[in-house]
């Protein structure tokens, strides 16, 4: 916005502004003492020609004058009593009252003269009214040349009277000095006005001025910013407002004329500033320096604040100060930083920080004076919880993992989160006195407790891979990278435990790594086989149905165990995927077989976890446009284990559409017999581990009688797995209360092509 201030000659032309009017008539206008000494003089002078003239007209003329100076006075003093005026309407109404008075005393003046003139020839009257009432007549030039109204009047009842006067005194000399007189109030006339333009434009000047200092120091005083100048002598010319607020002085404090030093001093003694600030400070002020660019200096107050001050150096030697409190700025700065550096779940370090501490602690090209251990973490079973819990329950139970971890290591140590389930310690001691097995052990078993969150009870397990410094590399990628590799190993050996870098382990992981690769490629491109092992009727010996076994051919490493490689399809996150390959091509195979026979399907607990297996399982039934009686599912006990509820709900739904629901390998986990009773289960298979002990342990023996009567009773299918012999199917029949069996005394897993072979076949003589 630009700003326009009147010019000063467009300020004489005009009237006074209204504040600066009302302050012309209450301080110019209201001029007692001067007032009084004139009204003194002029009654005095009117007394002294009345009793040198002894004449009434004149002693009249001094009565008159005595009580317009009473009158006058009158006014005057309260006009002086009751100031300031209070708006521009009564100060016009006061000026009005002295143009009145002052016009009527200079009139009464001239007047007293021209009767002085008239009644008496005596010349020191004549002298003495002529003098006075012409020195009256110049004092306008001091009295009331700034009015703007009344100067005419006045300049008539001077003019007009006291030049009859001169007439009635006849003779061409008196008549001279009224030609003289006419020029003499045109001057003052002229003066006046003169006077008037060269006082209003005066006026006007230092109200601009004023205007100006008025709106610079607002500016000053609302600057967001501190700022003080500073002379060529090392004095504060000024300081603004914020300068004060910033460094916490009192506002009343006069800094103007102090030495900068003595200022900065006084700053240190209030706590304003510490004393380590003082040197670099006074240094930018005053320090002579090549560059003529800002110096900046940053200041810590002891206080916690962020002051940034900016030194400016001006042409004359001077300088400028620009300060601001940055605190916000510096506080933000460290929330980025620190959400650049930390993990804003758990809040301790993050991937980024700890690479960073791990390339200091392994600088290049310098030996290590310490041991050093990189220990990989992985929590297992996180992905168990995330899903059946929720990522809330998740993150609640990362962050009470933090908790135990950085009670567990050692101040000089440092614990990160590496992401997702992982977390990621390095680990300082004494060269060749690694407390790497011992830590482990303790951060193994601190996590293995049991977790209570929100009412739930939370437990999961950790898996520990370590690489020492220097033995198994010296820079930070290497020992990342053989850290993970132990950690792959701990994995693989079962979880839950620690394992040290080996280098035999490299190639078991690179062989893990190639596994994952081919299987990621296999359910892309639905190279995932599926086999089918017969389910025989005990009673008939023939086959009532197949169970779909999911196998694979690695291309490099040739045929890999079903127990090897779905746990690493879990892992990746492709059960989901792979398992409705599975049910589709079972399916569809199933579709061709005669009525009678059915299908089973394994079923993961991770299939259930993102509610879409019902929808999977129907579209996989409508597409072979299979019956559901002829489909059945085959569920684990840790599927139950993981129930809240959506379980059962799926299991229920899907069993009232026709399709049966079978508990596979009973008797193992924790075989908990209110299954049984909670679950909508139609058929119970008996694992494989009884099967070997019929004819073998008497227990073994009793257990599965007893498990098959109770089962039957409670209007459930028995099937027995891991029939392999003719001495264990005898036993079965004897039992009475088993109705089907499998194994591979009647036949191992066959691909689809061979199904119908084994249709065709009676197994009734394999008791024999």
Not at 262 to 291: C, H, M, Q, W
Not at 449 to 472: F, K, M, T
């Amino acid at each position: 916005m630009r700003l326009t201030l009147p010019t000063r000659d467009q300020s004489a032309r005009e009237e006074l502004p209204g504040q600066l009017y009302i302050g012309f008539v209450d301080s110019l206008l209201v001029e007692v003492r001067s007032l009084f000494f004139a009204c003194t003089a002029s009654v005095t002078a009117a007394l002294v020609a009345a009793i040198a003239s002894r004449s009434v007209s004149l002693w009249a003329c001094a009565g008159l004058m005595l009580g317009l100076s009473f009158v006058r006075m009158h006014f005057q003093l309260v006009h002086a009593n009751n100031r300031p005026s209070p708006n521009i309407e009564a100060a016009r109404k006061r000026e009005w009252i002295f143009v009145a008075g002052a016009t009527a005393h200079i009139a009464l003046l001239s007047a007293w003269t021209l009767v002085a003139f008239a009644v008496t020839d005596e010349g020191f009257v004549r002298f003495l009214a002529t003098t006075v009432t012409v020195t009256y007549a110049l004092s306008m030039f001091t009295r009331s040349f700034a009015l703007d109204r009344g100067m005419n009047a006045q300049l008539a009842a001077a003019f007009v009277p006291l030049s009859a006067a001169f007439l009635i005194g006849g003779g061409w000399y008196p008549s001279m000095i009224v030609i003289s007189l006419l020029p003499v109030f045109l001057f003052i006339k002229s003066s006046s006005n003169r006077l008037k333009g060269i006082f209003r434009a005066e006026i006007a000047e230092r109200n601009r001025s004023a205007m100006l200092a008025g709106r610079l120091d607002t500016a000053l005083n609302n600057m967001s910013h501190g700022l003080c100048m500073i002379d060529r002598h090392g004095r504060l010319i000024l300081a603004n407002d914020k300068f004060h607020r910033i460094f916490r002085m009192p506002p009343e404090a006069e800094l103007a004329g102090m030495h900068a030093r003595a200022v900065f001093r006084r700053l240190v003694r209030n706590r304003s500033i510490d004393e380590a600030s003082f040197v670099p400070l006074s240094y930018a002020v005053f320090g002579k320096t090549s560059d003529s660019s800002d110096i900046v200096v940053p200041i810590e107050t002891p206080d916690g604040r962020a002051i940034e001050i900016t030194i400016h150096k001006t042409r004359d030697d001077g300088a400028v100060m620009v300060i601001q409190d940055v605190t916000e700025r510096r506080n933000a700065q460290r929330e980025i930083n620190r959400m650049a550096l930390f993990d804003p779940v758990t809040e301790l370090p993050n991937r980024r920080c700890f690479e960073e501490e791990l390339a200091l602690a392994l600088p290049p090209g310098q030996a290590l004076t310490d041991g050093l251990t990189v220990m990989f973490l992985d929590l297992d079973d996180f992905k168990q919880v995330n899903d059946s819990l929720g990522h809330r329950t998740g993150d609640k139970l990362l962050v009470e993992i933090a908790r135990r971890l950085s009670a567990i290591i050692d101040p000089h140590d440092l614990v990160a989160r590496w992401g997702g389930d992982e977390f990621v310690i390095l680990h300082r001691h004494a060269p060749g006195q690694s407390e790497t097995p011992a830590v482990a052990k303790r951060i193994i078993g601190e996590i293995n407790r049991a977790v209570v969150i929100d009412g739930s009870e939370v437990i999961v397990g950790a898996s520990i891979g370590s690489a020492s410094a220097p033995d198994d590399g010296i820079s930070p990628d290497a020992l990342l990278s053989k850290a993970d590799i132990a950690l792959y190993a701990a994995k693989a050996d079962g979880r839950r435990v620690w394992r040290a870098f080996e280098p035999a382990m490299d190639a078991k992981i690179q062989i893990r790594r190639l596994i994952e690769l081919e299987l990621r490629a296999a359910v892309a491109s639905d190279g995932i086989d599926v086999h089918f092992q017969p389910i025989v009727a005990v009673g008939t010996g023939r086959i009532v149905g197949f169970e779909a076994l999911a196998r694979w051919q690695s291309a490099v490493l040739g045929s890999i165990s079903p127990t090897e490689f779905i746990p690493i399809v879990e892992e990746i996150g492709l059960m989901e995927e792979m398992g409705a390959a599975v049910l589709r091509r079972a399916c569809a195979a199933c579709a061709a077989w005669p009525d009678g026979v059915s299908v089973s399907v394994n079923l993961s607990p991770t299939q259930f976890r993102n509610g879409n297996l019902e929808k999977t399982i129907l579209g996989a039934l409508a597409a072979a446009n299979l019956a559901p009686e002829r489909l059945d599912l085959e569920i684990t006990e840790s599927t139950l284990l993981e129930d809240r509820g959506d379980t059962r709900r799926a299991l229920q739904a899907l069993r009232a559409r026709g399709l049966r629901i079978s508990l596979d390998d009973f008797g193992t986990g924790y075989s908990s017999l209110s299954y049984l009773l909670s679950f909508p289960l139609d058929r119970i298979k008996i694992d494989r581990t009884f099967t070997m002990g019929l004819g073998v342990q008497e227990r073994a023996s009793v257990l599965v009688e007893s498990v098959a009567a109770m089962s039957r009773r409670l209007g459930m299918c028995v099937l027995i797995e891991g029939v392999e012999t003719a001495k264990q199917l005898r036993m079965i029949e004897t039992l009475g209360t088993i109705a089907e069996a499998q194994g591979f005394l009647f036949s191992p897993p066959v691909p689809e092509s061979s199904v119908c072979g084994l249709l065709r076949r009676d197994f009734r003589d394999r008791a024999a």
